[in-house]
């Protein structure tokens, strides 16, 4: 059973052994801050506050260019980083099946500190125009920056976590793929739900998903 992700009991299996293939990837960690780097299986990677990369960021930009852009521009940036990430970690892991692709995705997030992943049971990712995913994030970064100020948003603030995960899953299934926040913590809601489907289908499937939860 993973303790990294938590997923459908259909998946278990492919998800624990995700757990461990990633585990294993991130155990090789070094840090060198006489060079200035920290290196996990042969990459480099950089350690960035939360708070700087979605508050002082999104503020700023909210400034300048107003809301609607903000979000926009941070949602596609980590889109384009959710599916370069999940395109080299295929390559070194040597991930072809698109399900197993994906798996490496949640653990991967929670490594990385973005956030936890519970995928509910009516998810049903699949390479086609049907696929359909929903999952809670319990402790995003984004809704905990907003929590330890004692802060309160008005609409759903995960858009990091929203498009890391949709550009991580467009490239496992082959499709172009969204996400979108339908709950948020920093809202007030108990939950940071999101619901993911092609990019064609988000609305409708947002749609369906609010109707059949009354």
């Known amino acids: 059973m993973a303790l990294t992700v938590k997923v459908p009991a259909q998946f278990e299996e492919i998800f624990a052994e995700a757990e461990r293939r990633v585990g294993e990837y991130f155990s090789s960690m070094r840090r060198d801050p006489t060079q200035g780097v920290i290196n996990i299986a042969g990459e480099r990677y950089i350690l960035v506050r939360g708070e700087s990369i979605f508050i002082t960021l999104r503020d700023k930009m909210t400034t300048d260019f107003g809301r609607e852009v903000a979000e926009?521009?941070?949602?596609?940036?980590?889109?384009?980083?959710?599916?370069?990430?999940?395109?080299?970690?295929?390559?070194?892991?040597?991930?072809?099946?698109?399900?197993?692709?994906?798996?490496?995705?949640?653990?991967?997030?929670?490594?990385?500190?973005?956030?936890?992943?519970?995928?509910?049971?009516?998810?049903?990712?699949?390479?086609?125009?049907?696929?359909?995913?929903?999952?809670?994030?319990?402790?995003?970064?984004?809704?905990?920056?907003?929590?330890?100020?004692?802060?309160?948003?008005?609409?759903?603030?995960?858009?990091?976590?929203?498009?890391?995960?949709?550009g991580w899953c467009s490239f496992s299934f082959g499709l172009n793929l969204d996400a979108r926040e339908i709950q948020c913590l920093a809202r007030g809601d108990p939950h940071c739900r999101f619901v993911m489907a092609p990019a064609d289908r988000i609305e409708e499937r947002i749609r369906e998903y609010l109707s059949s939860a009354k």
């Open 72 to 166: 926009s521009f941070l949602y596609d940036l980590a889109k384009t980083l959710g599916r370069g990430d999940a395109q080299r970690f295929a390559e070194k892991m040597g991930l072809s099946d698109p399900v197993h692709k994906l798996s490496a995705g949640p653990v991967h997030f929670s490594h990385t500190g973005w956030a936890f992943v519970d995928i509910l049971p009516e998810s049903r990712p699949s390479p086609d125009r049907d696929y359909f995913l929903v999952y809670d994030h319990p402790n995003t970064f984004e809704s905990a920056s907003y929590q330890s100020k004692n802060m309160r948003s008005e609409h759903p603030v995960c858009l990091f976590s929203a498009g890391y995960s949709a």
